[in-house]
């Protein structure tokens, strides 16, 4: 399992660029929701990395069990 890791950096021109990585699925968006309004909450762009279309390991487990 890889290390969850949320990277933030604030540019001199007060602009916030926030990076997960080691979250698969969409999980990456619903777990930084609460720094994003913390950080403003508003959000100009929005890059799902490779990452984000993978399934997360919980969504795996409920699928091989309904399946």
């Not at 990277?7 to 080691?22: F, K, L, S, Y």
């Not at 990456?28 to 950080?39: H, Q």
């Not at 762009?45 to 069990?65: I, N, P, S, V």
Request: charge should be negative.
């Amino acid at each position: 399992m890889a290390e969850e890791s949320v990277e933030i950096v604030i540019a001199p021109d007060g602009t916030v660029e926030m990076r997960v990585q080691g979250v698969g699925g969409p999980r990456c968006v619903e777990d930084t929701d609460g720094l994003v309004r913390l950080l403003g909450g508003a959000v100009e762009h929005h890059e799902l990395t490779e990452e984000a279309y993978q399934q997360g390991e919980d969504e795996q487990a409920d699928r091989l069990w309904q399946g």
